[in-house]
């Protein structure tokens, strides 16, 4: 099997960019054939030239339905995936997949086929303004990107994909990366039938080091929307409890606010960050927003460590509750809940290695290569099957 990766990178290397490297990966392990059709934003927002192009290809980018027309002639893929196509491949493109009677299936990474942000999020809150409304026009009118440049156009790419059916006419299936996001989808009056789960994944262990235990970590971005002035607020409430927090810092007024029991560790990567993981007692993520997958909670459950999360999204399904839960829940941004599970919490050592164990068990379970892969290969060969059919019947 054959299939076209494609992707418009981001302006810096995101989780969405790991995503698709590790599906390259996954597939090719398995004996397939994967071929990639990727642009780039990256460095191109910075002059005045590259915004305006970047206004405009998201609209309709006329390099990218023709690029991803030579690329389906070129390369003949049995199935395309897609995942990001803003800016300069643009929705018009999938048009193309249509005509070449390839079918196509899209990963879901985050709200933005019903959110011109991507995000569902509003002044640091949850927002779901634009699908209660069923139009995009909200984001002009409170200029959720904080640029009206940005608005106007984020908003007149989605106008485009809802009025031309760019998306509900060419995508032959979804993979959603969380029941929450299916169920929203289908709120937005997408086909039901045409949604699937399948989660992210890691590469797994066979085991973990139990042990560590020396601060409390977060992973992630340094910026509020991950809520991470809650958990330094947490941090200063409690100055007998370290606290870790490794990322790249987004938002330099928070730097400020750090209390002294409390280091910001800066990005970290390979043995550097699998020592942070080790060190931890566990993890907090304290997010305003619904999130797509928070990988962070996958990731730190390698080390056998558990997640406190926001009730809300994908937290709730990831984490989940009661007996079987890998870790702790609280009431979104609220600070009060948050500091008393993670008082508890880092009290309870036999409780943070009960729920260690239950998060590397789930890991294993529902989350690795192994497990995600065969829902993917099922999903692409229904996907084929489907259209060779068709096609007999013509």
Same mark, same amino acid.
């Given at each position: 099997?054959?299939?076209?990766?494609?992707?418009?990178?981001?302006?810096?290397?995101?989780?969405?960019?790991?995503?698709?490297?590790?599906?390259? @990966?996954?597939?090719?392990?398995?004996?397939?054939?994967?071929?990639? %059709?990727?642009?780039? @934003?990256?460095?191109?927002?910075?002059?005045?030239?590259?915004?305006?192009?970047?206004? /405009?290809?998201?609209?309709?980018?006329?390099?990218?339905?023709?690029?991803?027309?030579?690329?389906?002639? $070129?390369? $003949?893929?049995?199935?395309?995936?897609?995942?990001? /196509?803003?800016?300069?491949?643009?929705?018009?493109?999938?048009?193309?997949?249509?005509?070449?009677?390839? =079918?196509?299936?899209?990963?879901?990474?985050?709200?933005?086929?019903?959110? =011109?942000?991507? /995000?569902?999020?509003?002044?640091?809150?949850?927002?779901?303004?634009?699908?209660?409304?069923?139009?995009?026009?909200?984001?002009?009118?409170?200029?959720?990107?904080?640029? $009206?440049?940005?608005?106007?156009?984020?908003?007149?790419?989605?106008?485009?994909?809802?009025?031309?059916?760019?998306?509900?006419?060419?995508?032959?299936?979804?993979?959603?990366?969380?029941?929450?996001?299916?169920?929203?989808?289908?709120? &937005?009056? %997408?086909?039901?039938?045409?949604?699937?789960?399948?989660?992210?994944?890691?590469? !797994?262990?066979?085991?973990?080091?139990?042990?560590?235990?020396?601060?409390?970590?977060?992973?992630?971005?340094?910026?509020?929307?991950?809520?991470?002035?809650? !958990?330094?607020?947490?941090?200063?409430?409690?100055?007998?409890?370290?606290?870790?927090?490794?990322?790249?810092?987004?938002?330099?007024?928070?730097?400020?606010?750090? *209390?002294?029991?409390?280091?910001?560790?800066?990005?970290?990567?390979?043995?550097?960050?699998?020592?942070?993981?080790?060190? &931890?007692?566990?993890?907090?993520?304290?997010?305003?927003?619904?999130?797509?997958?928070?990988?962070?909670?996958?990731?730190?459950?390698?080390?056998?460590? *558990?997640?406190?999360?926001?009730?809300?999204?994908?937290?709730?399904?990831?984490?989940? &509750?009661?007996?079987?839960?890998?870790? $702790?829940?609280?009431?979104?941004?609220?600070?009060?809940?948050?500091?008393?599970?993670?008082?508890? /919490?880092?009290?309870?050592?036999?409780?943070?290695?009960?729920?260690?164990?239950?998060?590397?068990?789930?890991?294993?379970?529902?989350?690795?290569?192994?497990?995600?892969?065969?829902?993917?290969?099922?999903?692409?060969?229904?996907?084929? %099957?489907?259209?060779?059919?068709?096609?007999?019947?013509?």
């Amino acid at each position: 099997m054959k299939i076209l990766l494609v992707h418009n990178n981001y302006g810096k290397y995101s989780g969405e960019e790991t995503v698709v490297d590790k599906m390259a @990966t996954m597939l090719t392990a398995h004996g397939h054939e994967v071929a990639f %059709y990727r642009r780039t @934003t990256e460095g191109v927002r910075e002059s005045t030239v590259g915004k305006v192009e970047g206004f /405009l290809s998201g609209i309709y980018s006329l390099s990218g339905v023709r690029g991803m027309r030579e690329i389906l002639h $070129r390369e $003949r893929p049995d199935v395309v995936n897609v995942h990001n /196509l803003y800016p300069f491949i643009s929705p018009a493109a999938l048009f193309e997949c249509k005509k070449a009677g390839v =079918p196509v299936v899209m990963t879901v990474h985050n709200f933005r086929l019903i959110c =011109p942000t991507g /995000l569902f999020m509003r002044d640091g809150m949850p927002c779901e303004t634009c699908l209660e409304r069923g139009n995009e026009w909200s984001c002009i009118r409170y200029n959720c990107e904080h640029s $009206r440049l940005k608005s106007l156009g984020y908003t007149l790419r989605n106008v485009y994909a809802r009025w031309t059916g760019a998306y509900r006419k060419n995508v032959d299936a979804y993979a959603c990366i969380t029941d929450f996001q299916r169920q929203k989808l289908i709120a &937005a009056g %997408y086909d039901a039938q045409k949604m699937q789960v399948i989660p992210n994944f890691l590469t !797994i262990p066979q085991s973990y080091q139990s042990g560590g235990g020396k601060y409390v970590a977060f992973c992630g971005r340094i910026s509020r929307e991950k809520g991470v002035d809650l !958990i330094l607020e947490v941090a200063r409430r409690n100055p007998h409890i370290p606290f870790k927090l490794a990322g790249e810092i987004r938002d330099k007024e928070l730097v400020k606010q750090t *209390p002294d029991n409390c280091e910001l560790v800066g990005y970290l990567s390979g043995d550097t960050l699998s020592q942070f993981y080790q060190e &931890a007692a566990f993890f907090v993520m304290a997010s305003r927003w619904y999130e797509g997958f928070p990988m962070a909670i996958l990731e730190a459950a390698c080390y056998g460590k *558990p997640t406190i999360g926001s009730a809300h999204g994908g937290f709730t399904e990831i984490i989940g &509750a009661g007996e079987s839960a890998i870790g $702790r829940l609280f009431i979104p941004n609220n600070i009060d809940d948050l500091e008393q599970q993670v008082v508890s /919490l880092w009290h309870a050592p036999d409780e943070i290695a009960r729920l260690g164990h239950m998060a590397f068990d789930k890991l294993q379970r529902e989350y690795s290569s192994e497990v995600i892969y065969k829902k993917w290969n099922n999903l692409f060969q229904n996907l084929i %099957y489907g259209r060779n059919k068709s096609k007999t019947k013509r």
